[in-house]
């Protein structure tokens, strides 16, 4: 068997290349193969297992023989007829014995008859496997060639397509070359026009420049007087300040001594609590301003990084317009040497379309070729899959042989049927899964590469089967073990209820030893109580004593009570007059400070105004330069244009004196309105720079304002830090009055409560033990009509023992005389026993 199983392991390794219906196949024979060795080992194990039961009942018979031998020989037989018809049991049951081993002996033969005719059977279908396996694989090894073949024509057909693809894009990129040198000629043309018009726009730009200029002027003047009247409107404020502080420092120190300490604590501890909230707010709020302020100061940065930078590139459009002068002059020749690779494209263009055709021509053979060499295959493929057809049924056909072959072993055991059952119900999924092949083979005649995917579709359904019945085999064993778990857990069950019922009888015996010691221990228990009702009686009488006494406490300990509400009512009048005055204060003092914030606010919108026209200004000033350096280049490219037909006009000799003087005219004009437009630029830039000036100013003033107002608020921090500790001091003393007040009604309540605990305590003592000494007596008298019944019980019991120990020994006395008569009787049946072995 293991020979068996490497060489099906060295088939899988040779399969492997093969087609999937073929592998198909060849996993459906090597299931099979599975099968029967299983087959096989539960024959062997059958086998084994009745060879064990024949030497048990050889066994049995050579031991019954032996105990046979024994008897005669320890017992003389007097006749012949006595020994036949002790031994004819033993005889009958050796000779059944006989037969039924050599019934199972014939089965064993016939089922391993049929099992070697199975093995041939399922032989001779592999070779015919095989031999259609290797049809296939020749076929397939064709199919390849011929896949080759049109891979190789195929990869022709792509080069001429890449090669056509290339030489077109070569024309369009040259038309494209062609079409934008013209473009680039005409818009050439266009910008010497448009010189004029740029001159006139630089003009009017330079009169909006010196507008916003004024207007700059006139919005910083406007921003040093607003700076002013803050400057003015702070130092009122802060004067007000120090006043508003010194009044509520007053009121503060007339309201802490007419004040009670509670109310005190908590006023000045909410006054605390708004005075953070402030302070927090305030201090986001300058946080935020300090914030705009820094952003505001990298943004002018940033604009002078960027005029900088503006005054770089003017000078690097400058030596560009430089550099495209001359790329225009190397740009005329490579047009003209561009036309002449133009007219040669074209020619070989001309060359190329005729190539063309004749790949064309070819391409045409080549597909009728392959298209040949396509029908071929499917035909091939047709008669190939006729031939796995043919050996399929043949396949299956010699299942159905198995298949009766393994309904006659099924009649032979039930163990081998069930195993029968099983190889019936995988042979049907495998005439299933053949069907469906069947049916996808009619498919792959049509389309071959629909059959290759159908293939694995089903190969893929045949593994699922396979995973299927695994999962059906693990449920079985899953459900077996579930069996034996509940089986283990009935046994469990059932030691538990013996367990149970063993503590059940030992609890019988427990209640009733503990029923005895709670008689004894209830009758010492009426002692003690007896003797406690006598101490609580004197008890009674001292607490009696002791109520009176707290009562009277309590009585001196509500007129203080009293005394102390009273006090504590003229301060919640004084403290709600300091509350009133404090909240006008705080009302005076927020409405002050919203309006210093709106000040600041509106100061700084006028702030950012004025640094968006800075912005503006900036701007403007850049598009003046922008259009001052196009109207430079401009007029450069008039000046290159002139000397260029300067230089043409040379040749003509008659017109060169007029053309000459025309053409000076126009430079020296051209010339003035250079200079002029280099002044302008100029006076420009001496405007940019008193403007920076001004904003240089206007933001130093900004930042005075901004030192007065860190001093207003290290000033504003010092008041807070001063009132902060003076209201922590005033805290301290409050809280130390409140600790020795709170302290002294802690210890009148714990007095006056402990005491009303006391007398209640002692009231329900006294009602518990009234009760106590009620059910005890009751429970006295009880235990003396019970006492009573026992002692009767007692003198009856005590009756009833005497007369069962009377009857105790006249029982034993019958007993002793029955003893006598059996061993007399005994005696006698020994006698007769022996004279009857004897006889």
């Not at 056509?164 to 473009?183: G, H, K």
């Not at 100061?297 to 940033?302: G, K």
């Not at 007129?559 to 403290?575: A, C, G, I, P």
């Amino acid at each position: 068997m293991q020979v068996d199983m490497d060489i099906d392991e060295s088939r899988d390794a040779e399969m492997e290349p093969l087609s999937p219906d073929v592998a198909l196949a060849h996993r459906l024979t090597n299931r099979l193969r599975k099968e029967r060795d299983d087959a096989l080992r539960h024959y062997d194990f059958l086998k084994m297992e009745m060879k064990f039961k024949v030497e048990s009942l050889e066994k049995e018979l050579r031991d019954t023989e032996a105990y046979a031998k024994s008897l005669e020989n320890r017992t003389p037989i007097p006749s012949n007829e006595y020994s036949s018809t002790s031994l004819y049991p033993f005889r009958q049951a050796a000779l059944v014995s006989s037969l039924v081993l050599h019934h199972i002996q014939g089965e064993m033969q016939w089922q391993q008859d049929e099992l070697m005719s199975t093995g041939e059977s399922l032989l001779t279908t592999e070779w015919k496997l095989r031999q259609a396996e290797g049809r296939l694989q020749s076929k397939d090894g064709a199919l390849e060639t011929l896949q080759k073949d049109n891979a190789s024509l195929q990869e022709q057909l792509d080069a001429t397509e890449e090669e056509l693809s290339a030489s077109r894009n070569q024309v369009r990129d040259l038309t494209s070359r062609i079409a934008s040198l013209e473009q680039m000629t005409e818009r050439e043309k266009r910008s010497h026009e448009d010189i004029g018009s740029s001159l006139a726009t630089v003009e009017a730009e330079l009169e909006d420049v010196s507008r916003n200029l004024a207007n700059a002027e006139s919005s910083r003047d406007s921003l040093a007087l607003q700076v002013t009247h803050l400057e003015q409107d702070l130092e009122k404020t802060q004067a007000e300040l120090h006043h508003a502080e010194a009044r509520y420092s007053e009121l503060q120190a007339q309201q802490l001594s007419t004040m009670s300490s509670s109310g005190v604590t908590r006023s000045l501890r909410d006054q605390i609590l708004e005075l953070e909230q402030r302070i927090l707010r305030r201090t986001e709020q300058i946080g935020l301003h300090q914030h705009d302020i820094k952003r505001l100061e990298a943004n002018l940065r940033l604009q002078e990084d960027r005029v900088t930078e503006m005054t770089a590139e003017l000078e690097v459009a400058d030596r560009e317009r430089e550099a495209m002068i001359e790329d225009c002059e190397s740009t005329r020749e490579q047009r003209n040497e561009t036309l002449k690779k133009c007219e040669e494209l074209e020619e070989s263009l001309e060359a190329m379309e005729g190539r063309v055709g004749q790949l064309e021509g070819q391409r045409d053979l080549e597909v009728q070729s392959l298209v040949e060499v396509i029908m071929k295959g499917a035909s091939m493929r047709r008669t190939a899959s006729k031939a796995m057809l043919s050996s399929l049924s043949r396949h299956a056909q010699a299942e159905s042989q198995a298949q009766s072959h393994l309904h006659a072993v099924d009649s032979s055991s039930s163990e081998t049927h069930s195993e029968i059952k099983r190889l019936q119900e995988i042979v049907e999924e495998k005439n299933c899964a053949l069907q469906a092949l069947e049916s996808e083979r009619d498919k792959a005649v049509a389309n071959a590469r629909t059959a290759s995917e159908s293939l694995q579709t089903a190969h893929v359904n045949s593994r699922a089967t396979t995973t299927r019945f695994d999962d059906l085999r693990d449920e079985n064993s899953s459900l077996q073990k579930e069996i034996a778990h509940l089986r283990t857990d009935l046994q469990s069950k059932e030691n538990e209820l013996f367990s149970l019922q063993q503590e059940y009888e030992s609890w019988k015996l427990r209640d009733a030893e503990r029923k005895a010691d709670d008689r004894s221990r209830f009758e010492v228990r009426i002692e003690k109580l007896e003797e406690e009702c006598k101490t609580l009686h004197e008890t009674y009488g001292d607490l009696e004593r002791r109520h009176a006494e707290t009562s009277e406490e309590l009585k001196r300990a509500n007129e203080q009570v009293d005394e102390y509400v009273l006090s504590t009512s003229k301060r919640d009048t004084l403290e709600r007059e300091l509350r009133n005055d404090s909240e006008t204060l705080r009302q005076r003092y927020e409405q002050e400070t919203k309006q210093l914030q709106d000040e600041l606010a509106i100061a700084r919108a006028d702030l950012e105004d004025a640094k968006q026209q800075h912005v503006d200004l900036e701007n403007s000033h850049q598009e003046t330069l922008e259009e001052i350096s196009r109207a430079k280049e401009a007029i450069e490219t008039q000046l290159k244009s002139a000397t260029s037909r300067l230089n043409a006009t040379l040749q003509a000799e008659g017109e060169l004196g007029t053309v000459r003087a025309q053409y000076e005219e126009q430079v020296k004009d051209l010339e003035e309105r250079l200079n002029m437009a280099s002044n302008d630029v100029d006076s420009i830039s001496q405007d940019r720079d008193q403007v920076q000036e001004k904003y240089e100013q206007s933001s130093q003033k900004l930042r005075d304002v901004e030192f007065q107002l860190t001093e207003l608020r290290n000033r504003y921090d010092s008041g807070v830090k001063d009132l902060r500790e003076r209201l922590a001091k005033a805290s301290a003393d409050l809280e130390l009055a409140l600790q020795g007040q709170s302290e002294r009604d802690a210890t009148l309540r714990s007095t006056i409560q402990r005491l009303e605990e006391e007398a209640t305590v002692s009231s329900q003592k006294q009602v518990s033990l009234d009760a106590e000494v009620i059910t005890l007596r009751e429970q006295a008298a009880h235990l003396d009509t019970k006492l009573a019944a026992l002692s009767g019980e007692r003198e009856t019991l005590s009756k009833e023992y005497d007369e069962l120990k009377t009857q105790h020994e006249r029982i034993l006395q019958e007993l002793s005389n029955s003893k006598a008569n059996g061993d007399d009787h005994l005696v006698h049946l020994t006698q007769e026993v022996d004279s009857s072995a004897q006889i």
